[in-house]
């Protein structure tokens, strides 16, 4: 079993609409949780970070942690063209390895 | 803040032929630097880490004497893939962490695409 799943569709959606992008775990330990938007043949840039559980909002963009179901959620409110991209999960223990998901590529249909 | 940047960004060479990749911190010093290599459509792998001064700590299934890294300073680390192969063709991307995080955030470069003819 992977360390982390993610969908990784492709995921298609009109613009404005609301995107949900989801990862699931499989080890307990996880308490760092980050959000990465990655461009096509670019690096990941970080979009949230959330330690522990809860959300965690930023404009557009709320995440959460769910860790007794081992599940976290990235939703993106009024949904842009420029939000096209590959959006990966990542995950960690002690902060210093991360584990990532496959990613789950979006695109946002003007 | 936090920009890190690679070069080359793409490299194209012949099989059994070395390449090296750096990996800069250009705004902020970096105790600890990542290299991940990713295939199309999967995760990033993390290939080893590096701190500064001091060895690499490489995972399971990846060859240090082929994977060669050097962390020479606090904001450059370098990355040389020696005798490559076609099946080391992959995209590498390297991140750093600042030497003073607020949490273990990782800042993640451009990444390099590397071609084995």
């Known amino acids: 079993q992977k360390e982390v799943e993610q969908d990784p569709g492709p995921l298609s959606v009109p613009e404005g609409a609301i995107v949900s992008l989801n990862c699931t775990y499989s080890?307990?330990?996880?308490?760092?949780f980050m959000w990465y938007r990655q461009y096509s043949r670019k690096g990941p840039e970080l979009l949230m970070y959330?330690?522990?559980?809860g959300n965690k909002e930023d404009g557009r963009f709320t995440a959460q942690v769910d860790k007794s179901s081992k599940y976290i959620s990235l939703f993106i409110r009024d949904s842009q063209p420029s939000d096209s991209a590959t959006y990966l999960c990542?995950?960690?223990?002690?902060?210093?390895?991360?584990?990532f998901g496959t990613g789950t590529s979006l695109t946002v249909i003007p | 803040g936090a920009v890190v940047s690679q070069h080359p960004s793409r490299v194209i060479c012949k099989s059994g032929t070395s390449v090296k990749i750096e990996c800069r911190s250009l705004?902020?010093?970096?105790?600890?630097m990542f290299w991940y290599r990713q295939f199309p459509k999967q995760s990033l792998m993390l290939m080893a880490t590096?701190?500064?001064?001091?060895?690499?700590?490489?995972e399971q299934g990846v060859e240090k004497d082929k994977f060669l890294i050097n962390h020479a300073s606090l904001t450059l680390s370098t990355l040389t893939v020696t005798s490559a192969h076609p099946e080391d063709s992959s995209f590498y991307i390297c991140?750093?962490?600042?030497?003073?995080?607020?949490?273990?955030?990782?800042?993640f470069g451009p990444g390099t695409r590397l071609t084995v003819l």
């Open positions: 991140s750093a962490r600042p030497a003073r995080a607020t949490y273990n955030e990782q800042f």
């Open positions: 080890n307990s330990a996880f308490q760092y």
């Open positions: 959330t330690y522990s559980s």
């Open positions: 990542a995950m960690s223990a002690t902060g210093n390895q991360f584990y």
């Open positions: 705004d902020f010093q970096a105790t600890t």
């Open positions: 590096s701190n500064e001064g001091s060895k690499a700590t490489y």
